[in-house]
């Protein structure tokens, strides 16, 4: 956590705020939206960036791009967490699962958004850094559990969402299969150390499922090894 008192980076949140909703205009041509909602506006200018980062990082808490948050692994930028949340199409009501919980941005973001977040880490450290901050910060809508994603979490399925924040070689089938009927992955899919296509996944009543790519992105890898 910081140690600096969260008004000196007001100003900083409401430019970053101001910057995500340009590249969101931007970028409309490729993702076919030209804004963003209220409440995902809302909900990002309500989570404190600067409670993710190390003291180290926190002069760039507040830039529009991706930041070390130890272990090799990345704090995604925000505007991509932005979209990605936007993608999500969340409601109140949501129960909404993420894989790749890392600094637990994304996840504190979401928390604002629908009712119950689950979301899965595989290094532990992280896990557990990212339990202690939403904690600290009284976000308690949030189960982060350290294990691998891939598999998606068969106990708490099926899900409104699906958020993954990794980038995947393929679409779990898993994650396809504990999507409700009507609900959402969004998913970056491409060869690793590479672009990747940010994917949306729409499971429709009948359990058909139609994907659209989104944008290029450059997510780290989801890793499959157990
Ligand atoms: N959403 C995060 C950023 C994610 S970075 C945030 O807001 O800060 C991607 C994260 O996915 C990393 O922490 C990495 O350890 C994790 N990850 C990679 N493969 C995974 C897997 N199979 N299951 C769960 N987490 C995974």
């Not at 205009?25 to 490729?30: Q, Y």
């Not at 973001?109 to 896990?127: D, F, M, S, W």
């Not at 396809?176 to 949306?200: E, F, S, W, Y």
Request: overall charge negative; glycine content about 6%.
């Amino acid at each position: 956590m910081s140690d600096k008192p969260a008004e000196n980076h007001t100003e900083a949140h409401r430019w970053l705020v101001e910057r995500v909703l340009v590249e969101t205009r931007e970028t409309a041509r490729s993702t076919g939206l030209n804004k963003l909602s209220d409440r995902v506006i809302e909900a990002m200018a309500a989570t404190p960036r600067h409670c993710f980062v190390a003291p180290e990082q926190q002069d760039l808490a507040y830039a529009d791009m991706p930041l070390p948050i130890g272990r090799g692994q990345t704090i995604s930028q925000p505007f991509i967490v932005a979209l990605m949340t936007e993608l999500l199409a969340p409601g109140p009501e949501d129960v909404v699962l993420e894989i790749g919980t890392g600094s637990g941005y994304q996840a504190a973001v979401l928390a604002h958004l629908v009712q119950q977040v689950y979301t899965l880490e595989r290094i532990p450290e992280l896990a557990n850094l990212a339990t202690q901050r939403l904690r600290e910060l009284g976000i308690a809508n949030v189960v982060v559990r350290a294990s691998n994603g891939v598999q998606g979490w068969e106990e708490q399925a099926p899900f409104d969402g699906i958020i993954v924040t990794a980038a995947a070689t393929e679409t779990p089938p898993a994650l396809v299969r504990q999507l409700k009927p009507g609900g959402r992955l969004v998913i970056p899919v491409g060869a690793r150390h590479r672009t990747q296509d940010l994917r949306v996944l729409e499971k429709d009543t009948q359990g058909v499922v139609l994907s659209r790519s989104v944008l290029p992105v450059v997510f780290v890898p989801l890793i499959d090894d157990d």
